[in-house]
């Protein structure tokens, strides 16, 4: 019985757990999109004005995590 228990806690601890890394892991996705798509806008827009930002890892990583601020970084490296 005393085993029983101590699975069923184990249980419950271990699928808190893992629904909030998923949490963490959809967080990262919808910002690693969200980055996307304003890389996307930019490029449309920055077409116009003659510039323009690569899709590659780096710059999708940091538009990713940054968002606007990591574009305005990129755009800004464009620049110089």
Known sequence: MTGLFTGG???????????????????????????????YIFNYVGSFYGIGINYSFQNLFLVGVGGVPGIIVLALMQLI
């Open 9 to 39: 806690i184990l249980a419950i601890i271990a699928g808190i757990l893992i629904l909030k890394s998923l949490k963490g892991i959809f967080k990262i996705v919808l910002n690693i999109i969200g980055g996307v798509i304003l890389l």
